[in-house]
């Protein structure tokens, strides 16, 4: 774990990007919105690369509105006495693979595409912006995600997000060391200060990769799902099945392209080109037009799939592989808990964990949330339209895990939201348990899931 407190080297890493960014900005119209320029039929499907504001539209009329109430707690003489807030990083860049896709795809249509599409001489015109330097790298509309998230979670929590609480240190910030997770929380504390006034106070925060970025180290995890493409046959299985070759068939007739040039890689590129054009810049791009909303389905279908394989369901190492992170969460509350029974003051009121879609998703997995009676698979598609795993409002950017501890006269009692809506955890009557019932619901977990076995190559732990 390393404690940082300066941003500039994150900050001039990215100037460069920050350029050709602000170059391809302004060559929009500089009053653009999303709702000017018209929310892209298929942004609902854009999977992880879709926005926070389409698992809460609300939020388009009022970027810090929040659902009065969906924040109740459970009841008014209740109070809170502790959040832990679990948040993947906002909107960023391509990564410089799928940028080298995006090209490589745009040069097809460039070279190849033909026809009377009325927007086809857009896409040959549309300008190959994205560079491999920016390589997931955050964008302005990534930390606008996090700031306006702060101030939400200030005007949710008001009693715990004080400027008191911030600057006396009660309030702790963790993050990965990738530098779209660090810019986030740097966000996500100017969002506060700006909040509370605060200028010329730099908060700290620490770097803890073991934590943020488990993936990396879970050996099993790396060697039987990661670098096994048995663990997402059942991805590949659709990909090349009817559904998608249909998709790949409507997408080369618009373009008159031959079918054997549209690969699986041109149709995610395609489409993920209108998801980064609308995301970044908010702009329904022509790309947008090359699909339909059924078409979009099947896409996103796939990209479910493929987390619900590599990071959800699929795979009990997925879930397994987040015991740190699990552990330390309830290692907090149950410090909490102890504090609060003891008539103790509470020594870490809020904590604030900034990572990636990688980190979240095994996390909701372990603790059982959306969950499919069935599990997803390559043929089920039409079964499956109506199912809780969709990425796209589960695991947005900024997508969030909340946890709040509550003080009530009949003891410590526990609620659980993701992106700020309440959920209720499996086993457990309503939204607000007591937080000994949760202790028992995750018995199993909490007195086994340990890091190191669940992770070694040699133990069945952790295998389906």
Not at 230 to 237: D, G, I, P, Q, S
Request: charged share 20%; net charge neutral; with cysteine.
């Amino acid at each position: 774990m390393v404690e940082k407190v300066l941003p500039a080297v994150f900050l001039s890493a990215a100037f460069h990007v920050s350029i050709v960014y602000l170059a391809v900005l302004s060559s929009y119209c500089a009053t653009a919105t999303p709702r000017d320029a018209g929310i892209p039929v298929l942004a609902r499907y854009f999977n992880t690369k879709g926005r926070y504001e389409e698992a809460n539209p609300y939020l388009l009329d009022d970027i810090l509105a929040i659902n009065s109430s969906a924040v109740k707690p459970p009841s008014p003489t209740c109070t809170p006495v502790h959040l832990t807030a679990i948040i993947r990083h906002g909107t960023r860049f391509p990564t410089a693979p799928n940028i080298r896709k995006l090209d490589k795809f745009h040069s097809l249509v460039k070279t190849e595409a033909e026809g009377d599409l009325s927007f086809l001489p857009q896409l040959k015109a549309w300008k190959m912006w994205y560079k491999e330097e920016m390589d997931g790298r955050l964008v302005a509309k990534g930390r606008a995600d996090h700031r306006h998230l702060a101030q939400r979670l200030v005007k949710t929590f008001p009693s715990l997000l004080t400027k008191e609480n911030l600057l006396g240190l009660r309030v702790k910030f963790i993050t990965s060391s990738k530098h779209r997770c660090v810019n986030s929380t740097l966000a996500f504390q100017q969002g506060l200060k700006e909040h509370f006034s605060i200028e010329g106070e730099d908060l700290k925060f620490t770097l803890n990769d073991a934590l943020m970025r488990f993936f990396d180290t879970c050996a099993r995890l790396v060697e039987t799902v990661e670098k096994n493409k048995k663990a997402v046959e059942e991805v590949t299985r659709f990909n090349s099945g009817p559904e998608m070759k249909r998709v790949q068939e409507k997408l080369a007739d618009r373009l008159q392209i031959p079918y054997a040039n549209v690969t699986m890689d041109g149709v995610e590129a395609a489409f993920y080109l209108c998801a980064y054009e609308f995301t970044i810049l908010g702009v329904n791009s022509p790309w947008c037009q090359l699909f339909d909303e059924a078409d979009a389905q099947v896409v996103e279908y796939s990209g479910d799939l493929k987390q619900y394989w590599k990071k959800g369901f699929g795979h009990d190492i997925n879930s397994k592989s987040s015991c740190i992170l699990f552990h330390d969460l309830f290692n907090r509350l149950s410090a909490v808990d102890s504090q609060v029974r003891s008539d103790q003051p509470v020594s870490e009121l809020v904590t604030v964990q900034i990572g990636h879609a990688e980190t979240l998703l095994p996390l909701l997995t372990l603790l059982g949330l959306f969950k499919d009676n069935t599990s997803l698979t390559s043929v089920n598609f039409a079964s499956q339209l109506g199912r809780a795993f969709r990425c796209g409002q589960i695991m947005p950017y900024a997508a969030n895990l909340l946890v709040a501890l509550y003080d009530c006269p009949d003891g410590v009692r526990l609620q659980v939201r993701v992106n700020e809506k309440p959920v209720t955890l499996p086993g457990l009557a309503g939204p607000s348990p007591l937080y000994e019932d949760v202790k028992k619901q995750y018995h199993q977990l909490l007195t086994g899931c340990d890091q190191d076995t669940v992770c070694q190559l040699n133990n069945l732990q952790g295998q389906n």
